[in-house]
């Protein structure tokens, strides 16, 4: 089984989205399936108001471009209607519980939560007392909706994930975490290069490991070379997150995994480069990557908006 020969049935029998550890590769197959479907129907100006009646929302204690973007206009291209809460709108368990919270929001007719916060636990709680799907944007731990939009990219420019690897540089958090559970599933070889003792949790490792699909490859190492030897696909992140005080140590042990032009020619031939955004410029990628010819930063970050919205359509459907 592939992408390309995937049959979609329009459901999925999780009922939130809070890490791609707990979706199969059927699952991930029916996200993508329905994100180039929804993609069609946009270019093609056909409606696809699925979600009409429904509200979103969404929660922001990390405020993002991207995210908000994506997931205010899939909704409402859905047919559905947004509310925004930014950490000033709400105290997410610093006053009122967040068991009350999600309760108060079924009360008055929210359909779905998307939030973008700093602890995984405070999406597990949402999820354990609501009856309503709640969406990751973003925590400290994962982004498994950036890395849908990813998978969709890297589909969209080879048509294959078997046979393809993809790399990732930087600190073993989020975004490591998510890309090795995304593409170990959907069958696609992936390693995480991370400076010694910055690399992903053991656990997480092993998840994604035991959960590898067609025979993929996941490797962590902190060996550059052999990171980028036969990588398709050349992804990293910002060294420090949202909310982290920049560390002088941290920043050295990190700048030698730089993206730059010299790393991207050690890679395979056609091989693209990818970033979740935002990006700084000199820092963990320079601007010659960034406006070359093997970036598809923007078309990646498009993507974010059809990957949220099968996600969207799928849990929040009737």
């Given amino acids: 089984m592939d992408l390309a020969s995937y049959k979609p049935t329009g459901k999925l029998k999780n009922k939130h989205m809070l890490t791609l550890m707990d979706y199969s590769t059927e699952e991930i197959f029916e996200l ?36 908000r973007l994506s997931f205010e206009q899939g909704i409402k291209q859905l047919g559905g209607s947004p509310i925004f809460l930014s950490s000033r709108d709400i105290q997410l368990g610093r006053g009122e519980p967040i068991r009350d919270t999600v309760r108060v929001m ?95 949790r053991p656990e997480i490792i092993r998840a994604a490991q035991d959960a590898a699909f067609d025979g993929a490859k996941v490797v962590v190492t902190d060996n550059i070379g052999e990171a980028v030897s ?11 997150s949202m909310g982290q005080t920049k560390d002088p140590v941290k920043e050295a042990a990190l700048m030698p995994m730089q993206v730059n032009a010299a790393m991207m020619a050690k890679a395979n031939p056609g091989a693209i480069f990818l970033h979740c955004l935002p990006a700084h410029r000199g820092e963990e990628v320079t601007d010659e990557v960034l406006e070359g010819a093997y970036s598809r930063i923007f078309p990646e970050a498009e993507n974010r908006l059809h990957a949220q919205k099968a996600v969207m ?6």
């Fill in 230 to 240: 036969g990588a398709d696909a050349v992804y990293t992140d910002v060294f420090f």
């Fill in 106 to 200: 079924e009360r008055m007719n929210i359909d779905g939560i998307m939030i973008r916060t700093f602890k995984q636990s405070d999406l597990d709680e949402l999820a354990k007392y609501g009856h309503i799907p709640v969406i990751n944007g973003l925590t400290d731990d994962f982004h498994p909706c950036q890395v849908l939009a990813d998978l969709l990219t890297v589909y969209e420019e080879f048509g294959t994930f078997k046979g393809k690897k993809l790399v990732f540089f930087g600190e073993g958090f989020n975004m490591a975490n998510s890309l090795m559970l995304g593409c170990a599933k959907v069958g696609m070889d992936v390693t995480i290069c991370s400076p010694e003792g910055l690399g992903p």
């Fill in 32 to 67: 993508l399936s329905c994100a180039i479907e929804l993609k069609r129907k946009q270019y093609a100006h056909e409606k696809h108001e699925y979600l009409a009646g429904k509200t979103l929302a969404m929660i922001f204690e990390k405020s993002s471009t991207r995210t």
């Fill in 313 to 318: 359509y799928l849990l929040m459907k009737d």
